[in-house]
């Protein structure tokens, strides 16, 4: 089995301070959370960034300044930017982070149900994204929301990569209106996965321990956070990113389960270099 790559997820693009109130924001507070989750276990950071108001943003030069800041609290990390943003937004705006070259961003790849929003991502949208992140070097994390999803990153790839290339993907579980976060549901999809492609779960809200506990059994890897859920436990909020991760580490651990660095992130992951 590969070392366990976990990755955090500290901000997401659709929470607040209501629901949590230790949700960090400013450059710096993104950064501390990313640097304890680097020491409680964390390899890869998926980041989504808030403007000065807290609201989520795309936003170029925000992605800048919280990406510099990460690099001095956690200089190995691999930073996934993303490209979902938050529902609502506009290719234009969910595209941004991608011109600073990350080593990795997600790619959802396909329309989801989304609580009561709707999360769209028509096909040509997805294929824009996809081209961008070739022609720059960046490796995409496929989103997977539901098996339709699964088979678009596949149809992508042999379309449009001359040779075969790495695939990773996250198995997004227990989205409202997605596919549900079960144990079955991770089994599934993992089978449907093209020979040779690595993938990480995420369990959503009450889904994450079901999803979690699955994906380490299988030998899969496991992303966690407050964009994922805001509590630890039933009733009881997390108290930081890095709580929830050292869970996992500690899990991964006692099960004999090695712990991946980061560089082992980029070798399981197929990222090829750091640019970002
Ligand atoms: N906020 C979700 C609608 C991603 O980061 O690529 C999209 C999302 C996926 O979080
Ligand atoms: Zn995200």
Do not use: C
């Amino acid at each position: 089995m590969d070392p366990l790559m976990i990755t955090v997820a500290p901000v997401g693009g659709e929470l607040d301070r209501e629901q949590q109130p230790n949700l960090p924001f400013a450059p710096d507070e993104v950064a501390e959370e990313v640097a304890r989750s680097r020491e409680a276990g964390a390899s890869v950071v998926h980041l989504h960034v808030r403007d000065e108001a807290g609201a989520p943003t795309q936003d170029r030069e925000r992605f800048a300044q919280v990406i510099d800041a990460v690099r001095r609290a956690a200089p190995d990390v691999v930073i996934q930017t993303s490209t979902g943003g938050s529902v609502g937004m506009t290719e234009d705006e969910r595209s941004q982070p991608l011109d600073l070259k990350p080593e990795m961003a997600t790619l959802t790849t396909g329309t989801v149900n989304f609580g009561d929003a709707v999360f769209e991502n028509p096909l040509p949208l997805v294929e824009r994204l996809f081209l961008r992140m070739r022609e720059l070097g960046i490796q995409p994390e496929f989103e997977v929301f539901d098996t339709g999803m699964v088979e678009t990153a596949r149809r992508l790839m042999d379309e449009h990569d001359p040779e075969p290339r790495h695939a990773h993907f996250d198995l997004v579980l227990g989205v409202p209106g997605g596919m549900a976060g079960t144990p079955q549901a991770v089994v599934h999809m993992a089978s449907l996965l093209p020979a040779g492609a690595t993938w990480s779960a995420t369990g959503i809200g009450r889904a994450h321990l079901p999803v979690t506990l699955t994906a380490l059994a299988l030998g899969g890897h496991v992303r966690t956070g407050f964009e994922d859920t805001i509590h630890y436990a039933r009733g009881r909020l997390a108290a930081s990113n890095a709580e929830l991760v050292a869970r996992v580490a500690r899990i991964a651990r006692e099960t004999g389960r090695e712990i991946a660095t980061p560089d082992q992130a980029r070798a399981i992951t197929g990222v090829t270099g750091r640019s970002g």
